[in-house]
C-alpha cells in the first residue's frame, strides 16, 4: 500500500467513526448550577433538577410520607366488610400506591375493591366524592382459601378526616379477610389546598 491508499482509508474511518459516534445523541456538558423547571400555567409548581440529576418538587419540603395497613375479617353470612382509614387534620393525603389481599373460601369469588373520600375544592368540604374502584384477580390457593389480589400505581387526593376502602364477595358463606396497604404523602392544607394539591 502506498501512503495515499493510507490516507484515504485513515479518512474514510475517520468520517464513519464522526457518523456513527458524531450523530447518535445530543452532545451536553455537565452544569453545577440547578435547572429550574416551570409550570407555565403556575409558576408555584416549580421543580429543580439539581447537578446529580434528581428531580426535586417546589413543594417537596411540606411532604410527609404517608403509609397506613387496615386488615378486618370478612364474617360469616357477610357480603362485604369496609376498612376505615385516616387523615390527620389540615392535611390532604395523595394515595400514590394502593395493594391488598382479599381471603374467601375456595371457590368463592371476590368483587371490585372500592375506595371512597372526599376532595375539598373552592374551600367547601365535602364537595367532591371520589370513587376509584381496583380489581382482585385470583393469585393462589392457601388451605381452604381462594387468595385474590391488587396493586395499583395511582394518584387520589383526599381531604377529611378519613376514607374507607369496601371490599365484596357475592357468596356470604363462610370466613373470609382483607388486608389493604396504602402509601402516598401528606401535605400541609392548614393555609388552604386547591383541588389540585
Known amino acids: 500500500m502506498d501512503g495515499s491508499s493510507i490516507r484515504w482509508i485513515a479518512a474514510l474511518g475517520a468520517i464513519l467513526a464522526i457518523l ?13 448550577a440547578p435547572v429550574r423547571i416551570v409550570d407555565g400555567t403556575d409558576p408555584s409548581k416549580a421543580a429543580g433538577v439539581n447537578p446529580g ?20 375479617v370478612l364474617p360469616d353470612g357477610s357480603r362485604n366488610v369496609v376498612l376505615e382509614f385516616t387523615i390527620p387534620l389540615g392535611k390532604r393525603l395523595v394515595i400514590t400506591q394502593i ?13 371490585p375493591v372500592l375506595l ?3 376532595l375539598i375544592t373552592l374551600g367547601t368540604p365535602g ?8 380489581v382482585p384477580v385470583f393469585s393462589a ?34 370466613v373470609g379477610s ?5 402509601s402516598g404523602y401528606l401535605i400541609d392544607c392548614s393555609a388552604g389546598c386547591t383541588a389540585d394539591g
Open 141 to 174: 390457593t392457601f388451605g381452604t382459601q381462594d387468595g385474590f389480589a391488587f396493586s395499583q400505581a395511582t394518584q387520589i387526593y383526599l381531604d377529611g378526616s378519613g376514607f374507607n376502602i369496601q371490599a365484596q364477595r357475592p357468596d356470604p358463606t363462610g
Open 99 to 111: 395493594s391488598g389481599q382479599v381471603g374467601v373460601p375456595v371457590g368463592q369469588q371476590v368483587g
Open 116 to 118: 371512597t373520600g372526599q
Open 127 to 134: 364537595s367532591h366524592t371520589v370513587h376509584q374502584l381496583f
Open 178 to 182: 382483607a388486608t389493604i396497604d396504602i
Open 53 to 72: 440529576g434528581t428531580l426535586r418538587m417546589a413543594d417537596e419540603s411540606s411532604r410527609a410520607a404517608y403509609a397506613q395497613e387496615e386488615g378486618v
Open 20 to 32: 456513527v459516534f458524531g450523530l447518535s445523541g445530543t452532545a451536553y456538558a455537565p452544569s453545577s
